[in-house]
């Protein structure tokens, strides 16, 4: 009830906005169009999450509901702050309510993924800190609102590069990622859902584009900078997706991956590519958040997240597969459902770019492009290797789920349709344009979902009429033929294994390799960079009194010289 509550005052608020507190000159808390939109999706997905978890969570487990509570209340004070200290508290809050909700089930493996998203994002919270007292030396305010600051020297850029740190930490873009992928892999499904799917990327995103569009005045190098690690991050994350057998880590890193288009339109600093990326900051939340959510029921009533052991379960949950199914045609960008056209308005950007005689701008289109090829890839496979094929001999007699946990995937499968067939009619002209603050975009094609959807009905439709009054008629029904071989007594096929013919290409068998060893780990690296200085400190306090008398000598000699020469 509480989480319905918040939801309902996050809508009036939407519809009241803008608003301020207090209604002084300078209000601690304001209430613009992209703050309500973030507002209102926060409290959306923590409603669903909520009625969900009634199901996944065992016993009800109040710590859990608390947290979940904690962690709504402190991302909408993020999102309303206009005061930077007051956003960095509960920045910093949301970071030890992600350790909490992580690591709630107890698992070792919980605990150490919740131990690397804090030291990770809690890290570039401390860049974040410093980013506002830059402001503060350069501003002498910690106002948001009516803060123009122009990227001219070092101090603005470090300003502003530190603060995209920390939102790219949170949303999981590279080079912050590698937890998102350890979370999603090891975390209570709702945790992911509701955490690295949907609210903490549309924190991060948000906190980059009221950075972005607001607080600093962009330039070409800015936007060059954005552009270069979203198309980064699209491609190396969808391709370390490809071999994943774990198809929770798998959707993990298909949401780094998706932040990269996030990236690409805002840094296209055109209107369509900016709405694009806004909208697909939309879409992502909602198809991820239903991707994590079906994989959840799967892994629910699997007791198994590994591809290998799974297939054959869409006979025995039709509607959890008919919800996955959904979410994987939106995130692959396939027509008509809502994230084709995100992905659609990024490329428009992109083109519009090149168009600006941007020197890079068909690099990033192929980025961009080769990302989403990769992404239907890695969607055929989670679909063949979780719900379709020969089932595993361990896969049987199961159930599908019930309502409390199927609401939620059904309501999320029903916008990624709503949301394409009618994008330009409801949630760009109502959510998107007026958190841009403009009245209407141009479009360099032509893209008519309505139009579009009939006709692949109409084609869906006749193609079904041809079937079932044509070929019965004149086919011939036989046993399965494989080669004169009984299917029965072959090997059964999973979908682990679909593209492990990639590590033979010497190149990218090699970065796989390393990605293995954890190699690209910002974590890992920091891990290694810290060991080297401890190991020098373990050798020089060894517990011999010479040596740390020679230590305090020296330390003398050094404050003598310093002494002397002031």
Not at 255 to 260: E, F, H, I, L, M
Not at 393 to 398: D, Q, R, T
Not at 440 to 457: D, F, N, R
Request: net charge positive; glycine share 10%; aromatic share 12%.
């Amino acid at each position: 009830m509480v989480t319905l509550a918040i939801f309902a005052a996050s809508v009036f608020i939407f519809i009241r906005q803008p608003l301020y507190w207090p209604p002084t000159q300078n209000p601690t808390f304001i209430v613009d169009s992209l703050s309500a939109l973030a507002g209102a999706g926060i409290a959306f997905f923590a409603l669903l999450v909520t009625i969900y978890s009634l199901s996944f969570i065992e016993k009800n487990d109040g710590r859990y509901f608390g947290y979940v509570l904690m962690t709504l209340g402190c991302a909408l004070g993020v999102v309303y702050a206009n005061n930077l200290i007051i956003l960095v508290v509960f920045w910093g809050i949301l970071a030890a309510l992600l350790y909490l909700l992580v690591s709630i089930d107890g698992t070792v493996a919980a605990s150490g993924s919740a131990k690397k998203a804090l030291i990770i994002i809690g890290g570039t919270d401390a860049l974040l800190i410093f980013a506002i007292g830059l402001i503060w030396k350069m501003k002498g305010t910690f106002l948001i609102d009516g803060t123009h600051i122009e990227l001219d020297g070092v101090f603005p850029w470090l300003a502003y590069i530190f603060i995209a740190f920390a939102a790219f930490a949170k949303a999981g873009a590279m080079p912050f990622h590698s937890w998102l992928p350890d979370v999603a892999e090891n975390g209570p499904s709702p945790v992911t859902a509701y955490l690295p799917a949907s609210v903490d990327k549309l924190l991060g995103i948000y906190l980059l584009a009221k950075a972005s569009l607001a607080l600093f005045v962009m330039n070409a190098v800015s936007n060059m900078f954005l552009l270069a690690i979203g198309a980064i991050t699209v491609v190396f994350a969808v391709a370390m997706a490809l071999l994943q057998r774990n198809f929770k880590r798998l959707l993990g890193y298909h949401a780094v991956s998706q932040v990269g288009y996030m990236l690409l339109g805002i840094g296209t600093a055109t209107p369509v590519g900016i709405a694009g990326g806004l909208f697909h900051m939309v879409n992502h939340a909602v198809y991820k958040s239903c991707l994590f959510l079906s994989g959840g029921a799967v892994e629910k009533r699997t007791h198994t997240a590994d591809m290998s052991k799974l297939g054959g379960i869409a006979k025995y949950m039709p509607l959890t597969f008919a919800c996955f199914l959904i979410a994987s045609l939106s995130i692959s960008g396939i027509p008509p459902f809502n994230g084709f056209v995100s992905k659609w308005m990024v490329y428009q950007g992109i083109i519009e770019t090149g168009a600006l005689k941007h020197p890079l701008w068909l690099v990033w289109l192929i980025a961009a492009m080769f990302g989403g090829a990769i992404t239907v890839a890695n969607s055929m496979r989670l679909m063949h290797t979780i719900f379709l094929g020969k089932p595993d001999a361990a896969v049987s007699n199961i159930k599908e789920i019930g309502v409390s946990m199927a609401l939620p995937m059904v309501i999320l499968a029903s916008i990624c349709v709503i949301f394409g067939i009618f994008a330009f009619v409801i949630p760009i002209p109502l959510f998107i344009l007026p958190a841009m603050n403009v009245g209407s975009i141009s479009y360099l094609g032509i893209w008519q979902p309505g139009i579009a959807t009939m006709l692949i009905l109409i084609g869906i439709a006749a193609g079904f009429i041809m079937y079932t009054l044509i070929f019965p008629r004149k086919a011939r029904v036989t046993g399965t033929f494989i080669g004169g071989e009984n299917p029965e007594n072959l090997d059964r096929v999973t979908g682990g294994e679909f593209y492990d013919t990639i590590r033979d290409i010497k190149p990218l068998g090699r970065i796989y390799a390393k990605e293995e060893k954890r190699d690209f780990d910002i974590y890992n690296i920091g891990e290694r960079a810290v060991a080297v200085f401890t190991h020098i400190f373990q050798r020089l306090h060894n517990g011999i009194l010479p040596t740390y008398l020679v230590w305090c000598l020296l330390g003398m000699v050094v404050m003598f010289i310093i002494l002397f020469v002031r």
